[in-house]
């Protein structure tokens, strides 16, 4: 690989994390690869009754913490190396939950926009006619991320039930309620979170009327958007991927997820909101105590997180500041509250899931809520304060976190100086 892989940026966190812990090299080794990529491409017959295939990835990164787990995407501009990345982050982010799983991620190369729902369907359920034997309750669980979701987890549960001639719910998270999924799962990666920031609000210097500008008006934005608002702070600054608006004296919340229902942009509703139409890259800039980042990776970079004037950013979405980006926000003083501990809370609601659906017993919203909640003040206080005793930042002490839960189940098989003698 070379040096500019969006893996090989994301191992400089690893290799930064492994200069604070006392770690065998073993250690190391088998983290900077990951465990199995199988690669496919899925043939469907489409509604006019032509065949097309697309290319489709399953990555397992590791699984010393416990089964492999991760989102499927479906996106026009997925690649192998975006697919490792992603499985690599979700190994780190389940460590850093304490969750007994290890990271996947899955992909098929195609803009689901252009398929009718009947496509959809089919491409879905030959996601898991290609990967069933790679897929498990017990091996790699996967769950909804970038254009899939709940219908879509219901199409591919199905079909491993019918393929291995069981009902096995716990295979595939993020599903419909009424096909075993979890109450809470919508809105549980904007939960964590909020639940995040609301517990450190003091230490970062926010307070309860903080203002707010979210990047990517879609499901974490827009629930991070309503949690946000009903608690008193003041969302001034949204954006999709048509544009963006701005209103200092607040946007109305309700009123803007009620359009994007509709199906209407963002900058559509400018004028009815009291509020400008920004470009995407202003909205980075905008004057405001929190930028949310919930669109995709790599958002703020060395070329524009200069420009970014809020004192602390929260990553809903996976990997929106480059190495680059972070190095110029620390220099600033802004406080990264990174994805593998912001964005944990949809990981850890699916986790919710898979035990509900193993033990059929299943737990009730305010029940979800709590648990959520504990896990997120413990392991976001436990970060927080490795990153004041170390004085790194709260990324690093979130990957030294992680690296340590990771380091020592790793090292419980052996290590060079176990067998060496």
Same mark, same amino acid.
């Given at each position: 690989?070379?040096?500019?892989? &969006?893996?090989?940026?994301?191992?400089?966190?690893?290799?930064?994390?492994?200069?604070?812990?006392?770690?065998?090299?073993?250690?190391?080794?088998?983290?900077?690869?990951?465990?199995?990529?199988?690669?496919?491409?899925?043939?469907?017959?489409?509604?006019?009754?032509?065949?097309?295939?697309?290319?489709?990835?399953?990555?397992?990164?590791?699984?010393?913490?416990?089964?492999?787990?991760?989102?499927?995407?479906?996106?026009?501009?997925?690649?192998?190396?975006?697919?490792?990345?992603?499985?690599?982050?979700?190994?780190?982010?389940?460590?850093?939950?304490?969750?007994?799983?290890?990271?996947?991620?899955?992909?098929?190369?195609?803009?689901?926009?252009?398929?009718?729902?009947?496509?959809?369907?089919?491409?879905?359920?030959?996601?898991?006619?290609?990967?069933?034997?790679?897929?498990?309750?017990?091996?790699?669980?996967?769950?909804?991320?970038?254009?899939?979701?709940?219908?879509?987890?219901?199409?591919?549960?199905?079909?491993?039930?019918?393929?291995?001639?069981?009902?096995?719910?716990?295979?595939?998270?993020?599903?419909?309620?009424?096909?075993?999924?979890?109450?809470?799962?919508?809105?549980?990666?904007?939960?964590?979170?909020?639940? &995040?920031?609301?517990?450190?609000?003091?230490?970062?210097?926010?307070?309860?009327?903080?203002?707010?500008?979210?990047?990517?008006?879609?499901?974490?934005?827009?629930?991070?958007?309503?949690?946000?608002?009903?608690?008193?702070?003041?969302?001034?600054?949204?954006?999709?991927?048509?544009?963006?608006?701005?209103?200092?004296?607040?946007?109305?919340?309700?009123?803007?997820?009620?359009?994007?229902?509709?199906?209407?942009?963002?900058?559509?509703?400018?004028?009815?909101?009291?509020?400008?139409?920004?470009?995407?890259?202003?909205?980075?800039?905008?004057?405001?105590?929190?930028?949310?980042?919930?669109?995709?990776?790599?958002?703020?970079?060395?070329?524009?997180?200069?420009?970014?004037?809020?004192?602390?950013?929260?990553?809903?979405?996976?990997?929106?500041?480059?190495?680059?980006?972070?190095?110029?926000?620390?220099?600033?003083?802004?406080?990264?509250?990174?994805?593998?501990?912001?964005?944990?809370?949809?990981?850890?609601?699916?986790?919710?899931?898979?035990?509900?659906?193993?033990?059929?017993?299943?737990?009730?919203?305010?029940?979800?809520?709590?648990?959520?909640?504990?896990?997120?003040?413990?392991?976001?206080?436990?970060?927080?304060?490795?990153?004041?005793?170390?004085?790194?930042?709260?990324?690093?002490?979130?990957?030294?976190?992680?690296?340590?839960?990771?380091?020592?189940?790793?090292?419980?098989?052996?290590?060079?100086?176990?067998?060496?003698?």
């Amino acid at each position: 690989m070379s040096d500019d892989t &969006l893996l090989d940026r994301a191992l400089i966190r690893l290799e930064e994390a492994a200069n604070h812990l006392k770690i065998d090299q073993d250690v190391i080794e088998k983290l900077k690869y990951p465990r199995e990529t199988t690669k496919t491409r899925l043939l469907i017959r489409m509604d006019d009754g032509s065949r097309k295939s697309f290319l489709a990835w399953r990555c397992r990164y590791d699984d010393t913490r416990g089964p492999t787990k991760g989102g499927i995407r479906f996106h026009p501009d997925s690649t192998v190396e975006e697919v490792e990345t992603l499985a690599f982050w979700m190994t780190f982010k389940c460590a850093v939950m304490n969750l007994p799983y290890g990271g996947g991620k899955g992909a098929v190369r195609v803009d689901p926009h252009q398929l009718s729902k009947s496509e959809l369907e089919r491409l879905s359920r030959a996601y898991v006619q290609a990967f069933a034997n790679i897929i498990g309750p017990d091996r790699d669980i996967p769950a909804p991320d970038v254009y899939t979701n709940a219908m879509i987890m219901g199409w591919m549960s199905d079909e491993y039930n019918q393929i291995t001639g069981e009902v096995s719910p716990a295979v595939i998270t993020g599903k419909p309620i009424a096909l075993g999924g979890s109450l809470g799962r919508n809105d549980a990666t904007a939960r964590g979170g909020f639940y &995040l920031v609301r517990n450190l609000a003091a230490e970062l210097g926010l307070d309860k009327d903080h203002t707010v500008a979210i990047q990517g008006f879609g499901n974490a934005g827009q629930y991070y958007a309503r949690l946000s608002a009903a608690d008193g702070n003041s969302v001034v600054a949204v954006s999709d991927s048509a544009g963006a608006i701005y209103r200092p004296g607040g946007l109305d919340v309700e009123k803007l997820i009620a359009g994007k229902e509709a199906g209407r942009r963002v900058a559509d509703m400018a004028s009815e909101l009291g509020a400008k139409v920004i470009s995407a890259d202003e909205l980075l800039s905008v004057e405001v105590d929190l930028l949310v980042p919930a669109a995709l990776e790599d958002m703020i970079t060395k070329d524009n997180a200069g420009t970014v004037k809020a004192k602390v950013v929260l990553e809903l979405a996976n990997g929106p500041v480059t190495p680059d980006g972070d190095k110029i926000l620390n220099e600033k003083g802004v406080i990264v509250l990174p994805d593998i501990l912001a964005n944990a809370g949809g990981v850890t609601v699916s986790y919710f899931e898979w035990v509900q659906n193993r033990q059929g017993y299943y737990w009730d919203l305010e029940e979800i809520h709590a648990r959520l909640l504990k896990i997120v003040e413990r392991e976001g206080r436990a970060i927080w304060d490795i990153a004041q005793s170390r004085k790194v930042s709260v990324r690093s002490a979130a990957y030294i976190h992680a690296l340590g839960r990771l380091a020592n189940a790793i090292e419980a098989h052996g290590t060079q100086p176990f067998f060496a003698g």
